[in-house]
């Protein structure tokens, strides 16, 4: 034990100070071990709501325990041997209450056996030897099964993937705490009415339920990158919580290109964060971009992802092709050195890959860079009837840029007011509404 935190120097009890900096360690042991723990537990009580239980019970002893004896030096292994505890004694009071249960039925019914019980492991199964890798892989696919509603799946997999409490999901999504507690406690029961195993897709399996695991990872980082709905652009920490995410599912499945594409797109993006807000969290765009704060690591830790799908033969996988884009992007030092004829051959190839009328209007804007932006408009003009992009603001946004362009103000005013009117979020609102009075004033 390491009792430097916990006791003052004259051996009495835990200081106040003392017990806050524990806190604090707890705090930072469970947003890092918490995934683990939950996955072990899940393998041995095969049911998710009671892992996060037995969990949450391995958490209470540590904030109950550790302000006096000490943080433990493996403190994974500490609370994973509590939580095993508890589930084990959880086990044997189910096996007693089935066998007092069976005797009851069998005394009440002379000659009738019971009926076997299945799906509670015995004690036994504690003992066995962890494979830890495999545990929390089951864990991810289980909080991503398509079984759940995609917002089931992302506040699922960041309660229990991420360590996120709900107040955090709440604030992060902009909804209200009660209902992301009954949002995780309908997807518990979703799964256990579903009888969702808890184990790793093989083969046919695994292909066709990853894109579900990819999916969430992805609306993840997204709403970090770009938020929905709020006063601020971005929030950052749901960019780093899927990143996380993404590099242990990328470790776990080494060899499947698109996990490997999604994560060489994120850490491109990601490189960018620093750069995509000036001093009071105002927007600035890509091309406006101080390219000097661009992270340099995160760059090289995308390209090296990249090269490694594209070597597994998945240079053409849908998250692949967005980070070659991206890619051209971070190889530019300058945006004039930007290759835009790559990054519209690109996104023809993803056009092809997954028809979607977002993947041709960001389309629509590498030919207007490359070609010029008469060229671009016409693209964009074959979209603006598409059922999809009704109500996308960002439709009308390039369209306002195109026209400012080509010369024309009063169209452009216009339609960056329509972008204005339909984004909810209040800085990218701001930023448009900035566009549409500077396209008056030309």
Not at 96 to 124: D, I, M, N, S, W
Request: proline residues 6%; neutral net charge.
């Amino acid at each position: 034990m390491d009792a430097t935190a916990s006791k003052d120097e004259l051996g009495g009890p835990p200081t106040q100070p003392a017990i806050s900096a524990t806190h604090r360690a707890i705090e930072a042991v469970w947003r890092i071990e918490s995934a683990r723990v939950i996955a072990g537990l899940t393998r041995l009580v095969r049911d998710v709501g009671t892992a996060e239980e037995l969990a949450q019970d391995a958490l209470v002893a540590a904030l109950e325990q550790w302000p006096v004896a000490g943080v433990p030096r493996n403190p994974g292994a500490w609370l994973m041997a509590v939580g095993k505890r508890r589930a084990i004694d959880l086990i044997r009071r189910k096996e007693r209450l089935e066998r007092k249960q069976a005797q009851l039925g069998h005394e009440l019914a002379p000659g009738t056996a019971p009926k076997a019980t299945g799906g509670v492991p015995g004690p036994q199964a504690a003992t066995a030897t962890d494979d830890i890798g495999d545990d929390l892989l089951g864990l991810i696919f289980t909080a991503c099964h398509p079984v759940l509603s995609t917002e089931a799946r992302l506040a699922l997999t960041l309660r229990l993937i991420g360590g996120l409490t709900t107040d955090e999901i709440a604030r992060a999504f902009l909804a209200s705490e009660p209902a992301i507690a009954q949002r995780i406690v309908r997807a518990k029961r979703t799964l256990a009415g579903a009888h969702v195993p808890f184990d790793v897709p093989r083969d046919d399996e695994l292909a066709r339920r990853l894109p579900s695991v990819l999916e969430v990872i992805y609306l993840i980082f997204n709403e970090g990158y770009s938020a929905t709905a709020g006063d601020d652009w971005m929030r950052p920490e749901l960019c780093g919580e899927a990143l996380r995410l993404g590099r242990i599912v990328a470790e776990l499945l080494p060899a499947e290109p698109e996990v490997q594409g999604l994560v060489a797109l994120m850490e491109i993006q990601a490189s960018r964060i620093r750069a995509r807000t000036g001093p009071s969290g105002e927007p600035i765009l890509l091309l406006d971009q101080n390219r000097g704060r661009w992270d340099q690591m995160l760059i090289r830790r995308g390209l090296t992802a990249l090269a490694r799908a594209e070597r597994l033969g998945g240079a053409n996988g849908s998250y692949a092709l967005q980070a070659a884009i991206a890619a051209c992007h971070a190889r530019a030092g300058a945006p004039e050195d930007t290759d835009w004829a790559r990054i519209a051959s690109l996104y023809g190839t993803l056009a092809q890959r997954s028809a979607s009328p977002v993947v041709e209007l960001n389309r629509a804007v590498a030919v207007s860079m490359a070609d010029g932006p008469e060229a671009g408009l016409a693209l964009v003009d074959q979209l603006t009837d598409a059922p999809a992009l009704r109500g996308y603001h960002l439709l009308p946004s390039v369209r306002g840029d195109l026209l400012s362009k080509l010369g024309r103000p009063d169209e452009a005013r216009t339609e960056f007011e329509r972008a204005a009117a339909m984004t909810r979020n209040e800085r990218e609102r701001a930023l448009l509404m900035e566009r549409a009075n500077a396209a008056g004033q030309t």
